[in-house]
């Protein structure tokens, strides 16, 4: 940018230098000559002009883009606040965040790829595959990783009973 800041200023003072030469100008060759001159160091000036409009063109969308970075970072930053990195009964790392949600304190969690990619996915149970292994299966709404949780309750006396009816 400097460079064709400095381009530019080269040519306005050749062009200024022109000028006084076409104003000291005694016959009209000399007049013509100038005017030839001035016409082509202008011409050089208008280039170095709407090189340094584009510059700042692109210095602006680079502005834009950088300013929409750091709103991306900073509202990442205020979403992921509490959320630390927990492992659950099962093994798995997770990051998790405790919320009040209708009266009852919830531990909310947070799939760590996604969060990694400074997105919070909350983790939900799973469907498909409610159960593998003795654990409880959650999955990534985003990516659709699949995590074992905690394990699966023992079933209670009363409910084998029933079973077996």
């Given at each position: 940018m400097?460079?064709?800041?400095t381009?530019?200023?080269?040519?306005?003072?050749?062009t200024?230098?022109?000028?006084k030469?076409?104003s000291d100008?005694?016959?009209?060759a000399?007049v013509n000559?100038?005017?030839?001159?001035?016409i082509?160091?202008l011409?050089?000036v208008?280039r170095?002009c709407?090189?340094?409009v584009?510059?700042?063109r692109?210095?602006?969308?680079?502005?834009v883009?950088?300013?929409?970075?750091?709103?991306?970072?900073?509202?990442?930053?205020?979403d992921?606040?509490?959320?630390?990195?927990n492992?659950?009964?099962a093994?798995?790392?997770?990051?998790t965040?405790?919320?009040?949600?209708?009266?009852?304190?919830?531990?909310?969690?947070?799939?760590?790829?996604?969060?990694?990619?400074?997105?919070?996915?909350?983790?939900?149970?799973g469907?498909?595959?409610a159960?593998?292994?003795?654990?409880?299966i959650?999955?990534?709404?985003?990516?659709?990783?699949?995590f074992?949780?905690?394990?699966?309750p023992?079933?209670?006396?009363?409910?084998?009973?029933?079973?077996?009816?």
């Amino acid at each position: 940018m400097i460079a064709e800041f400095t381009a530019a200023m080269a040519a306005i003072k050749e062009t200024a230098s022109l000028a006084k030469v076409i104003s000291d100008a005694k016959t009209e060759a000399e007049v013509n000559a100038a005017v030839s001159d001035m016409i082509s160091k202008l011409t050089s000036v208008q280039r170095e002009c709407m090189s340094l409009v584009e510059l700042a063109r692109s210095f602006q969308d680079e502005n834009v883009t950088l300013k929409a970075k750091i709103a991306e970072f900073e509202n990442f930053k205020a979403d992921s606040e509490g959320y630390t990195l927990n492992k659950t009964e099962a093994g798995t790392l997770v990051y998790t965040v405790n919320k009040l949600i209708n009266g009852e304190q919830v531990a909310v969690n947070a799939c760590p790829h996604c969060f990694q990619q400074k997105k919070i996915s909350i983790l939900q149970p799973g469907v498909d595959k409610a159960v593998k292994g003795y654990h409880l299966i959650h999955f990534c709404p985003s990516c659709r990783t699949e995590f074992k949780m905690g394990k699966v309750p023992p079933i209670q006396e009363s409910a084998i009973s029933r079973l077996a009816r």
